[in-house]
């Protein structure tokens, strides 16, 4: 019996998965029990595929191990926050210009003596 490492990757609507020792053999589920059984079948049509073609199975040699890294909290946390910050601020400025435009522009157009005053408006 072999083992045969798969690496599964979550994707926007789906999930992925592959062999590293099994070039091309991938596949796709909706969840992880699906993808994982999808996975199954597919190592086993990719092996017999290699046996009916008289290619060498490949013996397993792909490890993986997950690596805590500390980073601390108040450093990370901070510099999210301030791109957060930064991001809200752009967000809120261009809205409040759309909306602006849009108000003015809902508007009927204004009394001649309004125009003699300084202010700023979309065109």
């Given at each position: 019996m072999h083992r045969f490492l798969i690496i599964i990757e979550k994707g926007t609507e789906n999930y992925g998965a592959y062999?590293?020792?099994?070039?091309?053999c991938v596949a796709v589920g909706?969840?992880?029990?699906?993808?994982?059984?999808?996975?199954?079948e597919a190592i086993i049509m990719h092996i017999q595929g290699m046996i009916?073609?008289?290619e060498p199975i490949p013996i397993p040699q792909s490890?993986?191990?997950y690596m805590e890294i500390p980073i601390p909290d108040s450093a990370a946390?901070?510099?999210i926050s301030q791109h957060l910050s930064k991001q809200?601020?752009?967000?809120?400025?261009?809205?409040?210009?759309?909306i602006k435009c849009w108000?003015?522009?809902?508007l009927p157009p204004p009394p001649a003596f309004y125009?003699?005053?300084?202010?700023?408006?979309?065109?």
């Open positions: 062999s590293p020792d099994l070039p091309g909706d969840t992880l029990e699906e993808v994982e059984k999808n996975m199954r009916e073609d008289h490890t993986a191990e946390s901070s510099l809200r601020q752009r967000i809120a400025q261009h809205l409040r210009g759309k108000w003015w522009r809902s125009l003699k005053f300084p202010h700023t408006r979309c065109l």
